[in-house]
Structure formats: structure tokens, C-alpha cells
DNA sequence: ATAATCTGGTACTAACTAGTACCAATGTCA
DNA sequence: TGACATTGGTACTAGTTAGTACCAGATTAT
């Protein structure tokens, strides 16, 4: 139980930084078995072919990537504090390096793997907007908001945070931001946000 | 001076629905000359390489997706009917299936042509933002918004019109969007701005 | 220790690729 | 019409790829 295991944690680890850096087509098995050491035939029983090992990649991924995510503070504090530390999480999750390089891979290979795509957003950005949706509801039951229609508000607050930075990290047409930048254009969509929405 | 220009035109033709399919990789220069006609050395000898081809085909791209955009009107309506009016071309624009494919590819070959990224995000989307800032920026020295930052306030209204559109779209997460979706979405978007911004 | 199973390494197949070379045919222009 | 440049088609090179086959050696369980 152990032997096959390591196997397949060391390819899935060798894949993985390879599909990244070279992307789909520019990762050969070759590189990955240089990589992980082994033989093609260990690859081929684990993953089934190159499609398989590169959908194990992702998945695992997006997993660990989503794992910081799920376990925010939605408690403490006002909503213009916890929207804050809400949208920095999820501002951070979607520019760090390695979410950004998934991204690409995915998107690039849309046609390729369509499954993947509608996966990872529903994984991601869909599960944040219902998160924040259901804590704005709350918030308007609570007499703090507006009626406002929860879901629509949590996708605007979330896609003023997100801002360009997203779309500019994918066409690699800046600079990663830095700690302070991110955290001064969160705390403006939200005082926008709130401008608007609480009461 | 015809026949050249002619070839040259078929060639970019069909290498644009190729590479639009199938992406840089899967495209094949035999697939763009069995569409095309002719042969291989007139694809060298008018596009140097497969480089040259692809960078050839994105720019040709870019000119015809961001004509549509330049020729706006600006002048006419209230702030509300000429941002709505801006935003709908805005997202119309970026929803497009053409774009759509356009930026999948691109974001897919960041690595490999990092110029084209950018180039990509400064003349369409940064554009955007600058002219949407200049309308604000007027807005706010005639007294009819408050003093904002226009920069940042055109940011995040594009932003927020753009909403969650575009990222599913690159992922394939729904069908396009409808006339009627996105007008409403739009003016949802322009309320709320309106809403924080205007006197 | 011994039998059964799994793994590493390598060799191989069949197919595809970008890019070069070359000649006959076609079109252009004087 | 005749000189000239351009193009089509094809063949070729050198390299790469996913996937298969196979055997000796390592690992595990009995």
C-alpha cells in the first residue's frame, strides 16, 4: 500500500511543477519520469495516459489551493472588517503565482478539457460569491443592509475587489501586487460596496 | 503588389480560424496551408515562421475586435444612458466568442509570448479604463459626480459590469449571455455606481 | 526462504512537426 | 511576346511525441 502510493504522490508532485511551467503540450512524460524517477509503465497504471495524469494534477490543485479558503473568520468583527479580510483572502487566492499559472493551463486547454474549466469555476469563484451572498443576506435580515438582492451584491463587491488584477496576472501584464497595494484597493471596493448597500 | 497581398490574406485567414480552434500547438502549418492553398514557402516568406504566423494573426485580431470600440458615442444622454450605453459595448466586446478564443489563446501562450499579454491587456481593456476615466474626470469637474477618483472609479465600474461575464466565459463555464442578461446586468452595475458616486 | 507481484529501464512503433531545398508552372510587367 | 520574379507542390531532414512491449531486478507477503 505504501510502495504505490509514493509513486504517485512523487509523479503527481513532478507533473504538476512540469504542467506548470511548460503547460499541456510543453510537458512531455519523458520530462515528467526524469523528473519523478520511475518508468513510463508506473505513469501509465496510475493515470490511465497523459490526459489522466494532467486531470489528477489539476484537481489536486485546485484542492489544496481551495484548502486556505474554506477556513476564514466570517464572525468577528463589522461588516467593513469582514468583508475586507474576506475579499483580501480571496483577491490573494486568485493572484498567488501558482493559482495564476493554473489558470492559464486551464483556459488554454478549454477545448481540450471542458470539464476542468466549468470545475474550477464552480470550485472557486462561484463558491466564494455564494459564501459572501449568504453573508449579505444575513446582513439584510439583521437591518444592517439595504435589501439588497444578496447574490447580485456579493458578485459586484467580489468583482470590484478583484478588480484588473486578476485578468492583468493572466495576460502577465504587471508585476505581482504587493501586500499593501492589495490591501488598500480591497478596503476602496469595500467603502464603495458599503456606500451603497448598508444602511 | 495584388498577388502577394492576396496570399498573404489567405493565409492569415485561415491560420486565424485554425489557431482560434485549435490553439498554438494543435495548429500545424500543414492545416494552414491545406486551408489556405499554396505552399510552405510562401508562409516563410511572407511570415518569417510559425512565430511570426501566430503574432501576425493576434494583431490582426486585436485591430478588428477593438474597431468596433473606438467609435462611440460619448456625448450623447445622461451619465446613466452614456455609461450603460459604454459598458454594454464593453462587455458585448469582451463576451464575444472571437475575443473569447482570442484571450484563451494568449493567456494560454503567456509564457511563450509574453508581449502579446500585455499588448493585449493595454489595448483593450487599459484603454477602457482611461477613456471611462477622462468621462468621470469630466463628470467631476462639472459637479455632477462627487469628488472621486476617476482612475479608480472607472476601475471599478468596468469591473463590476464585467462582473463574473468574462472569467466564465474564458473557463466555459455557460453559455453566452443573452441581449437581454446583459443589459440588465449592466444597468444593475451602473445603479449601484451611480448610486455612490453621483451628487 | 520462496512465491507472487510490482517497478525500473530501455527499446520500439507509428505518427507528427517545423523548417529547408528544389523545380516546374504560373503570373507580372515591359 | 519575352524576360523575370513569384508561387505550388512535393520530397526530405532531423527531431519529438504518446503509447506499447518486455525482462531483469526489487519489494512484499506468506
Same mark, same amino acid.
Given at each position: 500500500m505504501s510502495r504505490g502510493d509514493d509513486r504517485r504522490e512523487?509523479? #503527481? !508532485? =513532478? =507533473?504538476? !511543477? #512540469?504542467? #506548470?511551467?511548460?503547460?499541456y503540450e510543453g510537458t512531455s512524460l519523458d520530462m515528467v519520469i526524469a523528473r519523478a524517477g520511475g518508468s513510463r509503465r508506473t505513469v501509465y497504471e496510475r493515470f490511465g495516459n497523459k490526459e489522466g495524469l494532467f486531470a489528477a494534477v489539476v484537481e489536486d490543485m485546485l484542492d489544496k489551493l481551495l484548502a486556505k479558503l474554506s477556513q476564514l473568520d466570517w464572525a468577528e468583527g463589522a461588516p467593513q472588517e469582514v468583508l475586507t479580510r474576506i475579499g483580501t483572502a480571496f483577491i490573494r487566492a486568485l493572484v498567488a503565482p501558482r493559482a495564476v499559472a493554473l489558470f492559464r493551463i486551464v483556459i488554454g486547454e478549454v477545448s481540450r478539457f471542458p470539464k476542468l474549466g466549468t470545475s474550477m469555476f464552480e470550485r472557486g469563484p462561484e463558491r466564494a460569491y455564494a459564501q459572501v451572498g449568504k453573508y449579505i443576506s444575513a446582513q439584510v435580515d439583521g437591518g444592517t443592509f439595504k435589501p439588497v438582492d444578496p447574490d447580485l451584491a456579493a458578485r459586484q463587491l467580489l468583482e470590484m475587489i478583484k478588480g484588473d488584477m486578476h485578468l492583468r496576472a493572466l495576460l502577465g501584464a504587471r508585476r505581482a501586487p504587493s501586500g499593501k497595494e492589495i490591501e488598500r484597493h480591497v478596503s476602496s471596493a469595500v467603502a464603495t460596496f458599503l456606500n451603497g448597500a448598508a444602511v
Open positions: 512523487a509523479i #503527481l !508532485e =513532478a =507533473a504538476t !511543477e #512540469l504542467f #506548470l511551467k511548460h503547460g
